[in-house]
């Protein structure tokens, strides 16, 4: 089974600056991947950034990077120079097994950002 | 625009009544699946469809609750004699057959049962 463990409940960061949202997971697979979805007040989640098992690279998107420590099984989602829109929650999640046999994902329960102006 | 559409957006019902929700997802992509979330929570995995085939059932789904996804386009999703503590949001959320396996979520029906 796959559990994902987000530890900050909340968060605050100032507009401009950098914040690090923790995720650590759990499998027993060699193979699986590892995201990072927004969900704004509006309520529609929005996917950030991909990080698969075996890629040797932190994934990069924008503003978005993954510090992936497959050792530690953790994936902390960094956002650079923070914004007022950034203000959300922010989900981890985990798909097992490679995407040719995809099934569901498990999410953590999320932490909430708010950006200060 | 061509993303995951949900209806309805809001569904109040009394308790012991059926609901039934209706997805659309992107249409090139042929995996969808439906969650539940609750305030504070991530979203808890119900169900998943590949096509038309329902590949995956969370255990956590009493015989209440039926998902389908007929010639594998939309899927609607059944709720039977409904609860209290079926009050939720429902999301449902579609994904290509990539490398990465990212989901697009759409805007979730909230299920309200008095």
């Known amino acids: 089974a796959q559990k994902i463990t987000q530890t900050q409940p909340g968060m605050f960061v100032q507009e401009k600056e950098a914040v690090t949202l923790d995720c650590t997971y759990d499998?027993?697979?060699?193979?699986?991947?590892l995201f990072w979805y927004k969900q704004p007040s509006s309520g529609e989640m929005i996917f950030l950034i991909y990080?698969?098992?075996?890629?040797?690279q932190n994934a990069t998107e924008g503003r978005y990077s993954l510090n992936f420590q497959k050792a530690r099984k953790s994936a902390n989602l960094v956002i650079s120079a923070s914004q007022l829109g950034d203000s959300a929650m922010y989900f981890c999640?985990?798909?097992?097994?490679?995407?040719?046999?995809?099934?569901?994902?498990?999410f953590g329960d999320g932490t909430t950002l708010t950006v200060k102006p | 625009d061509t993303g995951v559409s949900q209806n309805p957006r809001h569904k109040i019902t009394k308790r012991g009544q059926n609901v039934t929700f209706r997805c659309d997802p992107i249409?090139?992509?042929?995996?969808l699946y439906w969650y539940r979330q609750t305030l504070g929570q991530g979203p808890e995995f119900l169900t998943y469809?590949?096509?038309?085939?329902?590949?995956?059932k969370s255990r956590l789904l009493s015989d209440r609750f039926s998902a389908e996804r007929p010639k594998g386009s939309f899927s609607t999703l059944e709720i039977q004699r409904t609860e209290q503590g079926d009050s939720a949001m429902y999301l449902c959320?579609?994904?290509?057959?990539?490398?990465?396996?990212?989901?697009?979520f759409g805007p979730g029906t909230r299920l309200t049962v008095t």
């Open positions: 959320a579609s994904s290509p057959t990539g490398m990465r396996g990212e989901q697009y």
């Open positions: 499998t027993s697979d060699q193979s699986y991947g």
């Open positions: 990080q698969g098992s075996y890629d040797e």
């Open positions: 999640a985990m798909r097992p097994g490679p995407n040719t046999n995809a099934g569901k994902s498990t």
């Open positions: 249409s090139e992509h042929n995996r």
């Open positions: 469809f590949q096509n038309e085939a329902q590949l995956e």
